[in-house]
């Protein structure tokens, strides 16, 4: 997952966004805003990015799904499952960004695949 300046920005203001800036952001992403958009789900999914128990238990209801979104060859209908899931996305990146954050400012720009 790479962390360039203008993916951080886009998962903060991701992040911080109603329902529909949400879809008109992930409507409008570029591939590499959808990759970053994935990395962070997978690296949540797998325990990389530790983020708040109440939110990995709202999210274990959609673990199927995150897993299908965060699988680099499910890319045909990843937009769709982004914009259908965009409530617990988002609070899943919300919880995310901090960590994320620290990782890109203390490395050279690359986190973790």
Excluded: W
Excluded at 10 to 35: E, M, P, V, W
Excluded at 50 to 70: G, H, N, T, W
Excluded at 76 to 88: D, E, H, N, T, V
Aim: hydrophobic share 45%.
């Amino acid at each position: 997952m790479e962390c360039v300046p203008e993916n951080k920005e886009f998962l903060h203001l991701l992040a911080n966004t109603h329902k529909g800036q949400y879809r008109k952001l992930i409507s409008t992403a570029t591939r590499s805003q959808l990759d970053v958009i994935c990395g962070v789900i997978k690296n949540v999914i797998k325990g990389r990015l530790s983020i708040s128990q109440d939110i990995l238990k709202a999210a274990s209801a959609f673990k199927k799904v995150l897993e299908k979104i965060a699988l680099k060859c499910f890319k045909a209908s990843r937009r769709k499952l982004l914009i259908k899931y965009g409530k617990i996305i988002t609070k899943i990146i919300a919880a995310a960004l901090p960590i994320i954050l620290s990782i890109c400012s203390s490395t050279s720009g690359t986190v973790f695949m």
